[in-house]
């Protein structure tokens, strides 16, 4: 059973220009959150409570978010102000967090391989820290129990307008039941006409730690960088591969308009902003 996650959040983020300049995208907040806390919630809500978090230059902040500050626990306690003094401390209990650093933003393939000597030979899952799903049960953990049952590697599946398959990898296979496909190869960003299907990957994978190896033998594909996609077509290839159509809404935070959107959604579901959040969207309407 896979315990350990990686979590890459490595990359240059160059649609959310130029704020990620000095800011790291998976640190921007929905609400009173970074995005990248959803996302390790998210990880320990499903039993994945060993995080690697793959970082690079210019983004400690996360590093720091997820650590004890005790100036600050020090200040909230004297000041009596507990229920923010529990927050505080919430966060840095979340996971057990170790990092690694990507020294190079090659892909998402490489940022994954950064992972290998932390992870070993056990399958682990992959979060992307600019991913954020809100579902029932946890994306990961439902992609986690298909996992147990059919071994391999495991992408999470997102039924997208037949217009918008450029933007993704789609997946061509078989469908062995209404929301788990046998994939048989994947195809990175193909037009509307020949796409295979409409079923794309998205930010959730469970890994056979047979990957890393994989990895180090994929060369560089699309934009020059090493691919985890290129990886999983040898897997899909040999019918190791299956995805899953997870019940949930997903939210690319990677772009100011799918991070507005994701702080609508969280705004409207937690009950101390619902109400404020209404009023605000009628006024904009
Ligand atoms: P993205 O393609 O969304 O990230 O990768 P990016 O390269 O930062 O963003 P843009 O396209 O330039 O705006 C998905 C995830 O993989 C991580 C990113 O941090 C993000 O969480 N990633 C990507 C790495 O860790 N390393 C890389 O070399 C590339």
Known sequence: MARKAVVPAAGLGTRFLPVTKAVPKEMLPILDRPCIEYVLAEAVEAGFTDIVLVTSRGKSAMEDYFDRSPALEATLEAAGKSALLGEVRR????????????????????????????????????????????????????????????????????????????????????????????????????APEVAPSTLSIVGRYILPGEIFEILRNTPPGAGGEIQLTDALAVLAARGEVRGVLFEGRRFDTGNPLGLLEATLHEALRRPEYAEGARALIARYA
């Open 91 to 190: 966060v840095a209990r979340l996971a057990t967090i170790v990092t690694v650093r990507q020294q190079e933003q090659k892909g998402l393939g490489h940022a994954v391989l950064a992972a290998a000597a932390a992870i070993g030979d056990e399958p682990f899952a992959v979060l992307l820290g600019d991913d954020i799903i809100d579902a029932r049960v946890p994306a990961i953990g439902q992609l986690a129990r298909v996992h147990a049952e059919t071994g391999g590697a495991v992408v999470a599946l997102l039924d997208v307008p037949r217009a918008d398959t450029r933007k993704y990898g789609i997946c061509a296979g078989e469908m062995e039941s209404p929301n788990r496909m046998r994939v048989h190869a994947m195809v990175e960003k193909p």
